[in-house]
């Protein structure tokens, strides 16, 4: 605990404008995060530092204690708990800090802070190394401590011997003792139980004693604006018992949306069921259960939130996400999890979540809202582009082999138009070789659309044909067409015309030719060059046109000298 005076409010949030660096980091973000990299603590205003720590009383950040919470989290990536304590009328600010994730250091400009004695000071090397190199203990693995077997739900252990026999193809499993099927699956070591079992068979009562944060919160609200929720449901079950009861109170409220391919209409749900069960699981196998909030599913209509304590497994960022197989925090809970058929492979579920999801014509599945405390899974039940599920749906069923998932991710951001670099080649290129995308451009303007089957489910055939490589006739067109409106153009502006299509260089080839062959006239040198059709060229068209016009007036005349004649009969 560290504990500050600031009567009037005045200790600095970020060190002001201190010259000298430790005067700068005795501040509120300076004091978080050294209590954040030594396990976690408070921060206490308004109290003498001094024992018995006297209550002073402060006005530190009064009226503003959410946007102080916000801007810690902001500002170094800390997601602190900020609330009002109060005695004989005197106002205490608390700042709880969270405890650092496993080998995670944060840092106060740029520098990580540890507390020594009274001083804030920067970590020494053997303190850091220490923490950069520590390893996520599996929590499941451990021995949970006065836990017997008569602690355990006869119905947990009943749906965990179906579910492994049928899994294992082993029905004589079901027969086999209590015991022996729990020192099997590693739930029993040396006749101590495991957390792994308390979480997935213990009694609800027990798991509550125990355990309270292994509780799934599920709150349901009419509107995504809304705060407040309609209905909230406490699951308290052993995971066995917990994840059937689950689904099926979500489902209550699923509804579907009707797709026609021709004469034949299929409805796809709102929420896709394996898409949740892989979510729910993912959130029970990786959360962190030393912290104290429960996972929290927020339901909506059209929207589904899944909120797990604990961020990401070690190695697994928002960029390598699909890419990387993950590593459970609990890995004897995963690997029950698998041996029951529960998951298919123990790293597959963001996979599959992506792989029905970016399916259906959905949403990409957001995570964006995921820290280094929690991960945030936000679903969208709105079907955005239905030709593209139809489109999908009709090449799985052509192709020998099913799509994998970062090749429907890859055909989910082209279709969207996403930059080029965020795109992965190895998968372009496997994708063009099954003609399911096209290249366009060249060089520096390559770019890629969807195959022409796409824009048929459109009905955007034009579109299509439209994404087309465009040559110089339509280059000259385009250009001729704008300065016809603007009268004069820069580099820039042709450079706009054809963005997406044509790279800079491109443009700029093209654009010299036309002044040379004295289509354009070039005024000014380098960026401040101006280009307006040349009257060389305008003189041409005219002369041009009058031939066509006179031409025509003769095919006329000739026409009508023709109906005059008299027939011969």
Not at 3 to 17: A, L, P, R
Not at 42 to 58: A, Q, W
Not at 552 to 562: Q, T
Request: net charge neutral; hydrophobic share 35%.
């Amino acid at each position: 605990m560290e504990f500050k005076k600031g009567e009037g409010g005045n200790i600095s949030y970020d060190g002001g404008v201190k010259p000298k660096p430790n005067d700068r980091r005795r501040c509120i973000l300076g004091y978080v995060t050294a209590l954040c990299n030594e396990g976690g603590g408070f921060l206490v205003i308004g109290m003498s530092d001094n024992y018995p720590h006297e209550v002073i009383g402060t006005k530190q950040n009064l009226g503003s204690i959410g946007e102080l919470e916000s801007k810690i989290y902001t500002d170094i990536g800390i997601r602190p708990e900020v609330y009002e304590l109060f005695e004989d009328q005197k106002r205490v600010l608390v700042i709880e800090v969270p405890c650092r994730p496993a080998g995670k250091v944060f840092k106060f400009e740029d520098v990580a802070l540890m507390r020594v004695g009274e001083e804030l000071k920067p970590m020494s090397d053997e303190f850091y190394l220490k923490i950069i190199q520590e390893q996520e203990p599996d929590f499941s693995q451990k021995i949970c401590e006065g836990l017997t077997i008569f602690d355990l739900d006869n119905k947990a252990m009943a749906l965990l011997k179906e579910k492994y026999s049928i899994k294992q193809n082993n029905p004589q499993f079901k027969s086999l003792p209590n015991e022996q099927i729990l020192s099997d699956l590693e739930l029993l070591k040396n006749g101590n139980l495991t957390n792994a079992a308390l979480i997935l068979l213990a009694k609800k009562e027990v798991l509550q004693q125990r355990l309270p944060q292994a509780k799934v919160m599920l709150e349901y609200r009419n509107s995504e604006s809304q705060i407040p929720f309609d209905n909230r449901i406490e699951f308290t079950e052993p995971f066995f018992i917990l994840i059937e009861d689950l689904w099926k109170t979500i489902n209550l409220r699923n509804g579907s949306f009707p797709i026609q391919d021709g004469a034949y209409i299929f409805n796809v749900p709102y929420f896709n069921e394996e898409v949740i069960r892989e979510s729910i699981n993912n959130a029970i196998s990786h959360r962190d259960y030393k912290r104290t909030s429960e996972i929290v599913i927020k339901q909506f209509p059209q929207r589904l939130d899944i909120i797990n304590a604990g961020g990401f497994p070690s190695g697994v960022t928002l960029e390598n996400l699909i890419k990387i197989p993950s590593t459970p925090r609990n890995r004897l809970l995963a690997d029950i999890l698998q041996k029951t058929g529960i998951v298919e492979r123990s790293g597959q579920g963001v996979d599959k979540i992506y792989y029905n999801t970016l399916s259906e014509g959905k949403a990409e599945p957001d995570y964006s809202k995921s820290d280094n405390f929690q991960v945030n899974l936000k679903l969208s039940a709105i079907i955005e582009d239905r030709a593209f599920a139809l489109f999908i749906d009709s090449i799985q069923k052509e192709l020998p082999e099913k799509l994998s998932v970062l090749e429907i991710v890859t055909l989910n951001k082209i279709k969207n138009c996403s930059p080029k670099n965020t795109l992965d080649l190895e998968q372009v290129n496997q994708l063009l070789q099954k003609k399911l995308i096209e290249k366009r451009g060249k060089t520096n303007a390559i770019f890629y659309i969807l195959s022409k089957d796409y824009y048929d489910f459109t009905d955007e055939k034009a579109k299509y044909y439209k994404l087309q490589e465009i040559d110089d006739n339509q280059v000259l067109n385009t250009i001729l067409q704008f300065l016809s409106k603007e009268s004069k153009a820069k580099m820039k502006d042709f450079v706009g015309l054809f963005e997406d299509k044509l790279s800079r260089k491109q443009v700029r080839f093209r654009v010299d030719k036309l002044v040379s062959n004295k289509v354009l006239e070039q005024q000014g040198e380098g960026s401040t060059s101006t280009y307006e059709i040349a009257n060389e060229y305008l003189n041409q068209m005219e002369v041009i046109a009058e031939a066509i016009t006179k031409t025509i007036n003769d095919l006329e005349s000739k026409n009508e000298m023709a109906k005059k004649r008299p027939k011969k009969t």
